[in-house]
């Protein structure tokens, strides 16, 4: 990726201050917005998909899946568990 320097621009134009910020972190910005838990979308027909996502440690009976005002959502719920754990390390 390329950075490019404004600064002499800046100097000839006052009162744009605002613009030359949203263009820097436009340009700053190389489009990858961070997820996680990081998923896959297949398109496995016209109208079909398949959405997989790596959730390690939980079970199907802890997520949950609904639709909400046109988006998925995707939760999780890990349940308490009764057994007590002896660690070794």
Known sequence: MRTFDFAPLYRSS????????????????????????????????????????????FSDSDLSVEVREKALIVSARKADEDEAKSYLH
Do not use: H
């Not at 489009?31 to 896959?40: D, E, I, L, Q």
């Open 14 to 57: 006052v009162g744009f201050d605002q613009i030359a910020n949203m263009m820097d972190r436009v340009l700053t910005n190389d489009g990858a917005t961070p997820s996680y838990p990081p998923y896959n979308i297949e398109k496995l027909d016209n109208d079909a998909y398949r959405i997989s996502i790596a959730v390690a440690g």
